[in-house]
């Protein structure tokens, strides 16, 4: 997922664990509430599909999220302090 917004793509993914804590829905992408509700994946997809303008904000605030909050730097600042 990182690696996705890293490029300035909006992502996808339901709202679960670690993930929900990566980014925000309908900023750097979208989260679906169940992982088998396959038509709400299907709509948020359709969504970012049918807005061109929209997909392109989302992309580049997932590139802002992904180089601010997760680049190297900032997660091995994250691991030594959690190995301390």
Avoid at 60 to 75: D, G, T
């Amino acid at each position: 997922v990182i690696e996705a917004m890293a490029t300035g793509l909006p992502v996808v993914c339901a709202a679960r664990g670690a993930m929900a804590e990566l980014y925000r829905d309908g900023v750097e992408g979208r989260f679906v509430q169940d992982p088998d509700d396959h038509a709400a994946l299907a709509a948020a997809l359709e969504g970012l599909a049918g807005d061109p303008a929209g997909r392109a904000a989302m992309g580049e605030a997932a590139r802002r999220e992904a180089v601010s909050s997760h680049s190297l730097p900032e997660v091995t600042d994250l691991l030594l302090e959690t190995l301390k």
